[in-house]
């Protein structure tokens, strides 16, 4: 399953010029607003036809502008999940979820909608109508709605932003699941950085109508240069670690992996479980001796890779931490007093307590597709 | 009470304004859908044209709609001529010409209706059906159509409502012949001619006047009902 796109596109004073491939469970078009997100995404939905470019996904072309090919939405089979969920609103939910199934060919209706209503937890809500649901119940049955139509693809267009933090946190591990159960590849826009790295395997980070950078997530997250202001205080490294043990007493949970041990608030979570760990690069203190009597927990050895300054006067500095690379974010103070240069080696601080639940808890299941 | 009592051939006038009503409403109700979609949903080269012309005959006096109907679907006329030719089809000095004069006059009514509430659907639930494989057609069917329903119904009944006083065009177009072409209004106005008609003329006011609340409270019922299914 691969989603292969390039695509020009002009509209009024924005071009967008974008090509990407993706093989990856989660390929999140990550970028400020205006970059070309959502143009993009709806290109891969067909609700916009490109003046220039080809779309495909698996072997099938959607859009060849030289060949003059272009599949209409309706015959494209490719779920999308809107920010506002657009749920029909003379329609019970068990009438919208029943939607697009009615128009799936018989031979290719592989959704079980059994399966999918307990999925998204919403076998309760069958009888309602769209306004009588919640914000994030809303947002829950959209996603079946689009999943009950045996999709190829899913297409998920900010389907968090318009709803508050307590909501977001109770659709996140909807998706979670989705991504690691549904095995259908989804292409998800979001212009949050917590978002992305929580959910994605690959990421196409787009910036005024161009692809900025693309690859794994753990790769493009560290390219802070290319995160909006707002953004870049959120931007670090993101680490794969398994469970090897948990701390009752002190409600901890003991992570491994090369670059070394970390101690984390509980993560719910079986040993030997993979974790995802966001470590924000403001979160990440620097040591040229082995810290004595310190209370953060977490120290990493390493050696400083690279060195980038941005143009608000503070550095980013790479650690590598057993080929895990770490991002570190000091003033420039810092680094010339500890005279930091490449090849030095140095101790990463992280303090447990700047895991918050949003950039911890983040398991990642099932083999890779 | 005696007065009250209906004529057999008043008894005509109001079954025949009733049918002819109807009809009119009914037949022009597909091609009022389409118009209103058209001008609600898409551009094109003559928009403003096709707008002016379909409220034309709201601007219009009635007698010059009557006459040019009489001008282009009379026996001579060249739309006319051609259907009792081809198909049989005759509308001059029959029910089915008052009923034809009848939706062109109701026609403007039932569009406005039918494309303010289509213009207040979003398009984006139409998009998110068709990214579910509703082909458009299938769209306007599941989406569209029922959530334009309480529209539909206002325009049908303002349509019918318009249908039952038309008087002018009518009149002109296919004249008052009792039991064919004698609606309502013309069997009042053939009354108020005759000296002693005033009895009759107010028999039929108040029989128009029932029609109009009936049709006036079955539609507000009706709206409530397809209102409380879709948007409670």
Not at chain 2, 35 to 48: E, H, M, N, Y
Not at chain 2, 162 to 186: C, D, Y
Request: proline share 5%; net charge positive.
């Amino acid at each position: 399953m691969g989603v292969d796109v390039a695509v020009r596109h002009r509209l009024g004073n924005f071009e967008l010029d974008a090509a990407f491939q993706s093989k990856g469970r989660l390929t999140a078009l990550f970028g400020p607003s205006g970059s070309g997100k959502t143009s993009l995404i709806n290109i891969l939905g067909g609700l916009l036809k490109p003046q220039q470019g080809r779309v495909a996904v698996d072997a099938t072309v959607f859009v060849d502008t030289e060949r003059h090919v272009f599949v209409p939405t309706h015959k494209r089979r490719i779920g999308y999940v809107f920010q506002d969920a657009r749920l029909f609103p003379h329609l019970t939910v068990a009438q919208n979820l029943g939607y697009g199934r009615w128009f799936t060919p018989a031979r290719e209706r592989t959704a079980q909608t059994g399966l999918i209503v307990e999925m998204l937890g919403i076998g309760n809500l069958m009888a309602r109508r769209p306004d009588a649901l919640s914000g994030g119940e809303k947002q829950r049955v959209a996603i079946g709605r689009a999943l009950a139509c045996s999709p190829r693809l899913l297409l998920m267009d900010e389907p968090l932003a318009s709803l508050d933090d307590a909501r977001k946190a109770e659709i996140l591990p909807y998706i979670e699941r989705l991504r690691d159960e549904a095995r259908i590849p989804i292409v998800y826009v979001s212009h949050s950085i917590a978002e992305v790295a929580r959910l994605a395997d690959d990421i196409v980070m787009l910036e005024r109508g161009r692809v900025a950078a693309a690859g794994p997530a753990s790769q493009v997250l560290l390219r802070t240069d290319l995160l909006a202001d707002q953004e870049r205080i959120e931007g670090g490294a993101i680490l794969e670690m398994s469970i090897v043990g948990q701390d009752t007493d002190y409600r901890m949970t003991l992570l491994r992996s090369a670059a070394g041990d970390m101690r984390v608030p509980q993560i719910a979570g079986a040993n030997g479980q993979t974790v995802r760990l966001r470590l924000r690069a403001r979160d990440v203190m620097l040591a040229l001796k082995e810290p004595q009597a310190i209370s953060g927990l977490n120290i990493l050895r390493g050696k400083v890779t690279a060195i980038r300054e941005d143009a608000s006067g503070n550095v980013d500095v790479t650690v590598g931490c057993g080929g895990q690379p770490i991002l570190a974010r000091i003033t420039r103070l810092s680094r010339d007093r500890l005279a930091i240069k490449p090849g030095l080696p140095v101790y990463a601080i992280v303090k447990s307590v700047s895991f918050d639940r949003e950039a911890a808890a983040l398991a990642m299941r099932g083999p890779e597709t | 009470m005696d007065w009250l009592r209906l004529s057999p051939e008043e008894w005509v006038a109001v079954g025949l304004s009733i049918k002819v009503a109807t009809v009119a409403m009914i037949a022009s109700l597909p091609a009022g859908i389409f118009v209103a979609w058209l001008l609600a949903r898409r551009d094109f080269w003559g928009k403003s044209l096709l707008n002016g012309i379909v409220h034309l005959p709201l601007i219009l006096p009635p007698v010059v709609t009557g006459y040019l109907l009489l001008l282009s679907f009379g026996r001579r006329g060249p739309i006319g001529s051609f259907l009792d030719q081809c198909c049989g089809i005759v509308f001059s000095f029959r029910w089915t010409g008052a009923a034809l004069a009848c939706a062109i006059m109701a026609f403007p009514l039932l569009v406005r209706a039918i494309r303010l509430s289509m213009e207040s659907v979003d398009p984006k639930l139409e998009a998110a059906a068709g990214t579910l494989g509703a082909n458009p057609v299938w769209v306007f069917a599941t989406v569209t159509l029922p959530l334009i329903l309480p529209g539909v119904i206002a325009g049908m009944i303002l349509s019918f409502a318009k249908a039952m006083g038309e008087f002018g065009a009518t009149i002109t177009f296919v004249s008052n012949i009792p039991g064919e072409t004698q609606t309502l209004p013309s069997a009042i106005y053939t009354f108020t001619q005759v000296p002693g008609g005033d009895t009759g003329a107010l028999r039929l006011t108040l029989v128009s006047i029932a029609i109009a609340m009936a049709a006036l409270f079955a539609s507000e019922a009706m709206a409530r009902h397809v209102g409380r299914r879709i948007d409670p």
